[in-house]
């Protein structure tokens, strides 16, 4: 029996025995503080590195760029969803792959080849662009069962056939084009990643205007309502879901954490997205990209976090062997893991396409790379069978911002390569030494 079982029981109820007991119990919270942010290090530590770099390249821009240009003014935070929307796209798809204890050298490429094949059926064809859309979406469905086939049931090795697909898909895609650039395309298509939600719910309010140094700079204008909006519906889904997690966990008897850390997070995440929210209502509102990767990370989300599939994926990637003999079809697992990684890069494909205005035989180019870090970055394991949709969205997002920072920045291109390096290095590094503290 415990002291606090003896203080209920009334048992004693001397001073010292309440000094012991009330001990007792801030030891036992402290003990599962720290258990519960052990148990979710990578997903906190990459949210806090996110805020932390943010915060850093805000200081710096406001500090050397003039006129009120910095990083977090809305147009600046609207063009880093614009500039990495197809990767925030591949990296959901690349995330699902390492999870499975693979990897996809061809990304890259694909994007090239399906982007080579919009513009012609677009420009050449006049094909109306959403059945395009979809014919592309399909493509690279075709594309990922071809290469899903030699890696799931030949048993080739990832790397290689991937790596045969990049040299493949981006010779095909520079003979489509025969060296040349295709366009222009038809607004309509174009924006699918420069277009934004109408304005339902225009609203004259305070507008956020950016930093007069490190003071908030404000005005009066005319606020995107429908934007505002959804940020408040996003907050209300965020704790409703957090809410029922948490009492599922209760009802198995397992552990949920202290109440005041669960609230702690709850509060901060919804501030972070009703700030970020109100910065795109000052500007032109959520971007139709915005809209396609909202989607893709609740569907996603929703698989790997509540249905077989997802559970199936990260069996494979945690213990093949064990997974086979506990009757998944590894083969036909890792076979859809793949078919849907390349219908992630012919949507990003599609994007990239839309975003420069035309197809271009250079297009894609390092996208495989940014993809793979934004993955490690995001907390996936070099070995699988570990890592979040949401890990891979911050982990793009750390990358998003770094290279956005540095450029305005003025840093050279050089010095971004050597910095992302660092950056990738440390990340693999963390899960290493995760896993063998883990052991210890």
């Known amino acids: ?86 990767i925030l796209v591949l990296a959901i798809g690349m995330m699902l792959v390492i999870i499975n204890g693979h990897i996809d050298l061809s990304v890259g490429s694909l994007c090239a080849l399906v982007g080579a094949v919009t513009g012609i059926a677009i420009v050449q064809w006049h094909w109306p662009w959403p059945l395009v859309v979809l014919a592309a979406v399909a493509m690279g469905a075709a594309i990922g069962a071809w290469q899903g086939y030699w890696i799931a049931y030949v048993k080739i090795p990832a790397f290689i056939v991937t790596l045969g697909g990049m040299l493949l898909f981006r010779g095909l895609a520079q003979l489509v084009l025969e060296g040349q650039s295709i366009g222009p395309f038809p607004q309509g298509f174009v924006n699918i990643a420069a277009g934004y939600l109408p304005n339902w719910l ?56 202290p109440r005041s850390l669960f609230i702690a997070k709850l509060a901060s995440l919804g501030a972070v997205i009703l700030a970020f929210g109100f910065v795109l209502a000052s500007y032109n509102g959520i971007p139709i990209i915005g809209v396609i990767l909202i989607v893709l990370i ?65 297009a894609g180019q390092n996208f495989e790379l940014d993809a793979i870090a934004a993955a490690f970055v995001g907390g996936a394991s070099a070995s699988g069978g570990i890592g979040t949709v949401v890990g891979a969205i911050v982990g793009a997002l750390v990358m998003g911002v770094m290279n956005n920072g540095m450029s305005m920045l003025g840093v050279g291109s050089d010095w971004q390569l050597v910095i992302k390096g660092l950056v990738l290095l440390a990340a693999v590094a963390f899960d290493v030494y995760n896993k063998k503290r883990a052991a210890a």
């Open 298 to 362: 609740v569907l996603y989300s929703f698989v790997m976090n509540r249905s077989v599939i997802g559970r199936r994926i990260y069996a494979v990637g945690g213990n093949e062997k064990a997974a086979q003999l506990s009757g998944v079809n590894t083969k036909a697992n890792t076979f859809w893991v793949f078919v849907n990684m390349g219908v992630l890069a012919a949507l990003a494909g599609v994007i990239f396409a839309a975003r420069l205005g035309a197809a271009t035989p250079k």
């Open 202 to 257: 225009p609203l004259h309010a305070v507008q956020f205007a950016g930093f007069n140094g490190i003071a908030i700079r404000l005005r009066v204008g005319e606020l995107n309502g429908l934007t505002l909006l959804i940020g408040v519906l996003a907050v209300a889904a965020l704790v409703w879901s957090q809410w029922r997690v948490r009492q599922r966990r209760h009802s198995y008897g397992l552990p949920a954490g």
């Open 1 to 86: 029996m415990t002291l606090l079982d003896k203080l209920e029981d009334g048992d004693d109820t001397s001073a010292e025995v309440i000094a012991k007991a009330v001990e007792q119990k801030q030891v036992g919270a402290l003990a599962a503080l720290r258990r519960t942010l052990r148990g979710n290090v990578r997903q906190y530590g990459m949210i806090v590195a996110l805020v932390v770099i943010t915060l850093l390249f805000q200081i710096l821009t406001t500090a050397k760029l003039s006129d009120g240009v910095s990083l977090l003014t809305p147009l600046n935070v609207t063009n880093v969803i614009l500039q990495n929307g197809y």
